[in-house]
């Protein structure tokens, strides 16, 4: 069974500012990998996500993440947030060889609060 | 544009009773799932379907079973609802092969 973990519960970041988010996952195969973001009061919302090919992967709003095989990391990244970031950011994993018929592992969520 | 609708944004409901969530889809997705969300725990996978009549536990099935009698509406059923089943409970969907899932905007679920 799959297993993913973020690193931050709560982060809080100034306008501008760059963001990491860290998400590790646990699963000897081949995965696909998403990001999901929940604003306050909708639903989730696919940000990106990675089948294959290349591990830079660009989403919408501009974030991009990157999978890194040998580390068991999919970190999600923006250069420089802005207020309406701020939401409930997921990190979730299925099998690669599922096809879609399995569900999705998720991590905890990470909130963050973008200051103005 | 594609969606996947629960029937009810909010639902207050009575220990002891039986509850239904609806969930229905237009996407002709064959596989819909069933998750609960709460605070500090993400969402847990309670059931899941890839086939009309077929169903497979999830994470979390325990009290909790599942119906899928046509290929867009998937079912939750709470046969004796209890208060530790308060929670966001959200159905998503998601087509054989590839793709992403496509999510609900969750029923919130009382039990008192």
């Known amino acids: 069974a799959q297993s993913v973990s973020q690193h931050n519960h709560h982060v809080i970041l100034s306008e501008a500012a760059s963001l990491e988010l860290g998400c590790n996952y646990s699963y000897g195969g081949t995965v696909n990998l998403f990001w999901y973001v929940q604003y306050p009061g909708q639903h989730l919302q696919l940000l990106l996500k990675y089948f294959s090919g290349d591990p830079l992967v660009k989403g919408i709003k501009g974030f991009e993440a990157e999978f890194i095989k040998s580390k068991f990391s999919f970190n999600l990244r923006k250069p420089s947030v802005q207020w309406s970031d701020t939401a409930e950011y997921f990190c979730?994993?299925?099998?690669?060889?599922?096809?879609?018929?399995?569900?999705?592992?998720f991590g905890k969520g990470t909130h963050l609060i973008i200051q103005p | 544009d594609v969606k996947v609708t629960q029937s009810s944004r909010y639902l207050v409901k009575r220990t002891g009773e039986k509850v239904f969530l609806e969930c229905v889809q237009d996407?002709?997705?064959?596989?819909m799932f069933w998750y609960r969300q709460d605070p500090g725990l993400g969402l847990r996978l309670i059931y899941f379907?890839?086939?009309?009549?077929?169903?497979e536990k999830g994470d979390i099935p325990e009290g909790y079973s599942v119906s899928r009698e046509k290929k867009e509406r998937f079912s939750l059923i709470l046969e004796s609802a209890s208060t530790n089943q308060t929670s966001m409970y959200l159905c998503?969907?998601?087509?054989?092969?590839?793709?992403?899932?496509?999510f609900g905007s969750g029923t919130r679920l009382t039990v008192v």
């Open positions: 379907s890839y086939d009309v009549k077929m169903k």
């Open positions: 979730a994993v299925n099998a690669g060889s599922g096809g879609g018929a399995d569900g999705l592992t």
């Open positions: 996407m002709d997705h064959e596989n």
């Open positions: 998503a969907s998601s087509s054989q092969g590839a793709g992403g899932y496509t």
